[in-house]
């Protein structure tokens, strides 16, 4: 299947044999019911209560006796029925439901605690976490969720008992997610002084986003985009694409369990298949441990290549160079420090363009509790060639820090300067600027999941986390004392930290998405100059390649962000959907941007087929 057009939303109506439901909803459109009498007097406090109030609300939750577990008012609830066909629609599942948010503690500390469930049976019961992909909609008093691989809508009867379904949905969240209670003592202890913006969002001030908006100088507005599918092939010699390593080059390289395809890099994407380089030689003339490469780093003005393959669990203990041009592996590397074999869990490219430098030796190294640069210049002045493990090249530790304690890092990625953010387990990106690896310069808190993958812009003032139910994007940018400009690479930004973002999908596509329904590869489009600014970025979750438009989701005044409560959450966006899981989404380098085009294309790859798109005015 090929590209799609802005899933924003899906036209949802009730079928002709519902019609006595005249008040059901569709997805676009609101529906007026009558006001709530005068006479309920018990939720005056509600209907004027800000975001900030969050205790004051609490606190007459509880003088009104309403606990947890108890159901409350009667609600609606319906069920999304259809997928994506042109006869989906939401159906009437309960029209006298209740819900409640349901204490299930258990002596297990890593099980949730708070349950949503909607009766009666309970109809749909589910934890308080990401995974509920729960959206809110003030306008129809409506949030809908996924659970149990359905997507549901809850509509409840009157605005303030839908702003208390909203304030217990976000303290249960809260305590779920970081196991304490959702007090101003709780968020201290998660966030800490300097995230007030974080803990509190509905209050931050946004002024480094307008900052950062105007900074950008924006053109004007621009006609609507389509995403046009330009060239499709399939894999080679029946080999699975497991990456991608694009070049702005001549070339990208499909990487493979058994070897690199080389493809053509044009203006409209890869195509036409060049030099095949099967994986040969090795220690004793095996290719069983690097069969599978789990990294592929470009590097020598993208002459070559290295492949770092998975030991035991995810860390390596060496990687493998590939002369791209002789197609041969010409040297294995063993991660050795002070005498002692280390593994890695990732390697990255020195600096954002570092690899079209022509002399480049080094590159950066990550593993759980170590940061560090490597050298594949032989101190010992040896020439490399593939023999036995003993005899096998060492790399030379160049600069790093081994942390003591457990650090938890899982991946990183580097600026256009060679500064270097790093994502943990934990969820805590911290940034590190390109003189020191030993300690952080910022360290943004987590917000629950661990980060699984991490990209900066060139300039280092954005950064895209990613996570399996949503990105979170973070703006770096700060004035110091003296009110000059800077980033968190460069300085300590204190408590002059701006809350961040999150991209997520509707919990329509998070269910149409697939079963592996894991966001995965976040990513910025590919600039290497000063000046440039990303204009896209694009993740991966199961059989889509979800494309959002980077000034968009800056913008504050963005519809999507109208009548949030909590962190800002931006929904608006184009699909790529294939019909099997896709292995990697990436744009090309911007030197592939067509004049009509305002971004280079995004290259799409599955197991067995690559597929090319361009982002051209509409046809």
Known sequence: ???????????????????????????????????????????????????????????????????????????????????????????????????????????????????????PGPRVSAPVDSALQLKTNPAQRRADFAASGSVWALRLPTDAKFRRFRVEYERCLFENTYGVEATDEGRKEVFGPDFAAWARPDEADDAVWADAEESLNPPAAAPARDLLEEFEEEAGDGDNIQSLALGALDNSFLVGGAGIQVVKNFRHGVHGKGTSVRI????????????????ALLMCGETNMLLMSPGEALHSNGVHHVDIETGKVVAEWRFEKDGTDITMRDITNDSKGSQLEPSGSTFLGLDDNRLCRWDMRDARGRVQTIGSSSESPVLNWSQGHQFSRGTNFQCFASTGDGSIVVGSVD???????????????????????PITHVDVTYDGKWILGTT??????????????DGKEKTGFGGRMGN??????????????????????????????????????EKHLVATVGKFSVIWNFQQVKDSNHECYRDQQGLKSCYCYKVVLKDESIVDSRFMHENFAASDSPEAPLVVATPMKVTSFSIANRR
């Open 496 to 533: 002059r930290i701006a809350a961040p973002r999150l991209l997520k999908l509707t919990p329509l596509d998070s269910i149409l998405a697939g079963t592996d329904n894991k966001f995965h590869g976040g990513q910025f489009s590919w600039v290497t100059e000063n000046g440039k600014q």
């Open 427 to 449: 969820g805590k990106i911290r940034l590190y600027s390109k003189s020191s690896m030993r300690m952080a310069k910022t360290a943004f808190p987590g917000l629950g999941s």
């Open 468 to 481: 399996d139910t949503y990105l979170i994007l973070i703006c770096t940018i700060f004035k110091d004392k």
């Open 1 to 119: 299947m090929g590209g799609s057009n802005s899933r924003e939303d899906i036209d949802l109506t009730s079928s002709d044999e519902e019609e006595e439901y005249e008040d059901d909803y569709d997805a676009r459109s609101p529906i007026s019911e009558p006001a709530a009498s005068a006479g309920q007097r018990d939720d005056d406090l509600l209907r004027t209560a800000t975001p900030a109030s969050l205790e004051a609300i609490d606190a007459k939750l509880r003088s009104l006796d309403l606990k947890y577990q108890r159901p409350t008012a009667v609600a609606k609830l319906y069920l999304h029925v259809g997928g994506a066909s042109a006869s989906a629609r939401w159906v009437p599942a309960e029209r006298s439901a209740t819900y409640a948010f349901v204490d299930k503690a258990s002596d297990n500390a890593s099980s949730p605690r708070w349950f949503l469930e909607v009766g």
């Open 280 to 295: 040969s030689g090795g220690r004793g003339g095996s290719v069983s441990a690097y069969s599978t490469p789990k990294k």
